[in-house]
């Protein structure tokens, strides 16, 4: 998981989804890679209790970091738990990068990953329902592999910089022609 410290962002979901994971699979490791946000350190603290609490020996919190493609590179699943956004980067960041994910149905999400070709959708805020997705995944190396060669796709052919700023000069461009 990468994401700053906020509500909203799904912490608890994957929290709590890492734990009962954890009770079946001896070898998985999580990451929550991410800081708070001035104002919400709060917050934050309370996420490292709850994950004191469940236990999670194999849970690691990097705070920030500088190096994104490489932790990215060492993660096998990207999970992606946020109730809302406006554009997720960060899931752009790892699909780009052949990750498959487990991502909520939410908006900035659905206009960026698609359900059952890149990603594996699981309801808003429901963590036992991202816990069966991530297993579905952690199951199938084959679906890691299929998600993440399709991921990609979809990021060159939808979200490249140079594409989407293509399509946003076309557009100025025909309100500017029918504006004058």
Same mark, same amino acid.
Not at 5 to 19: D, I, N, S, Y
Not at 39 to 50: F, M, P, R
Not at 73 to 91: K, Q, R, T
Not at 113 to 125: I, Q, W
């Given at each position: 998981?990468?994401?700053?410290?906020?509500?909203?962002?799904?912490?608890?979901?994957?929290?709590?989804?890492?734990?009962?994971?954890?009770? =079946?699979?001896?070898?998985?490791?999580?990451?929550?890679?991410? =800081?708070?946000?001035?104002?919400?350190?709060?917050?934050?603290?309370? @996420?490292?209790?709850?994950?004191?609490?469940?236990?999670?020996?194999?849970?690691? *919190?990097?705070? *920030?970091?500088?190096?994104?493609?490489?932790?990215?590179?060492?993660?096998?699943?990207?999970?992606?738990?946020?109730?809302?956004?406006?554009?997720?980067?960060?899931?752009?960041?790892?699909?780009?990068?052949?990750?498959?994910?487990?991502?909520?149905?939410?908006?900035?999400?659905?206009?960026?990953?698609?359900?059952?070709?890149?990603?594996?959708?699981?309801?808003?805020?429901?963590?036992?329902?991202?816990?069966?997705?991530?297993?579905?995944? @952690?199951?199938?190396?084959?679906?890691?592999?299929?998600?993440?060669?399709?991921?990609?796709?979809?990021?060159?052919?939808?979200?490249?910089?140079? @594409?989407?700023?293509?399509?946003?000069?076309? @557009?100025?461009?025909?309100?500017?022609?029918?504006?004058?």
């Amino acid at each position: 998981m990468l994401a700053r410290f906020t509500p909203g962002k799904g912490h608890e979901e994957f929290l709590c989804a890492a734990r009962e994971l954890s009770k =079946e699979y001896a070898n998985l490791k999580f990451l929550v890679v991410g =800081e708070p946000s001035r104002g919400e350190t709060e917050y934050a603290d309370k @996420i490292k209790l709850l994950a004191g609490e469940y236990k999670l020996n194999n849970l690691i *919190f990097t705070g *920030f970091r500088g190096d994104i493609p490489e932790i990215l590179a060492a993660m096998d699943i990207f999970a992606f738990p946020s109730h809302s956004e406006a554009f997720g980067i960060a899931l752009v960041e790892a699909m780009a990068m052949k990750k498959p994910s487990v991502c909520s149905k939410a908006e900035g999400v659905l206009d960026i990953a698609v359900d059952g070709e890149t990603s594996y959708l699981f309801e808003n805020k429901n963590a036992a329902d991202l816990k069966a997705k991530l297993k579905l995944l @952690i199951e199938s190396k084959e679906k890691q592999v299929e998600f993440g060669e399709n991921a990609r796709k979809r990021i060159l052919e939808n979200f490249d910089i140079e @594409i989407v700023t293509g399509k946003v000069l076309k @557009i100025y461009q025909a309100e500017m022609s029918r504006a004058y």
